[in-house]
């Protein structure tokens, strides 16, 4: 008889259908430990501190360097956690994602920027130096946040110091 090993050597395109066969057992055995608990009215306990560490963690990393291209797997990593808890932890406790609070974070350092030029400032480095690479993004992001645009408030902030 052959087995599995075997099989994918044979057959290496089999991979995938035993990594779907392995994740829907998975998925099972969750859904089956649910329906136990719920069964027996076991409430799963929610830990308020540990979400709470998570969010200010999160908080913390990415006000350090809010120009840093994250990705939500490595905010994760950075604070010993999976994505999804930090999402929900968010949702939670800030009712907005760690996405949008790492780009809201990205556009007020640009603001930063903006109201307190150096000499020849100019916006594209602004948005590169705040982490964003597509300045029609930033324009689009920084309007909605501010209600102008980076050049109206680079302008109004050169009048006043005149």
């Excluded at 907005?96 to 307190?116: D, T, V």
Aim: net charge positive.
């Amino acid at each position: 008889m052959i087995n599995n090993i075997q099989l994918l050597k044979m057959y290496p395109h089999l991979r995938e259908a035993f990594h779907f066969k392995g994740s829907i057992k998975e998925v099972a055995k969750l859904l089956l430990a649910e329906l136990i608990a719920d069964s027996l009215n076991i409430k799963p306990k929610l830990n308020n501190k540990t979400d709470s560490v998570i969010v200010k963690k999160a908080e913390e990393l990415i006000d350090a360097n809010p120009e840093k291209f994250y990705r939500i797997q490595q905010i994760a990593d950075c604070i010993s956690t999976t994505p999804r808890n930090l999402q929900l932890a968010f949702k939670k406790h800030r009712d907005y994602s760690p996405m949008q609070f790492l780009k809201e974070r990205k556009l007020n350092k640009a603001r930063l920027l903006l109201i307190n030029p150096a000499s020849h400032t100019m916006i594209k480095q602004i948005a590169y130096d705040s982490g964003f690479l597509n300045l029609s993004s930033f324009s689009k992001c920084y309007k909605e946040l501010f209600g102008e645009c980076p050049s109206e408030t680079l302008h109004n902030t050169i009048l006043t110091h005149l």
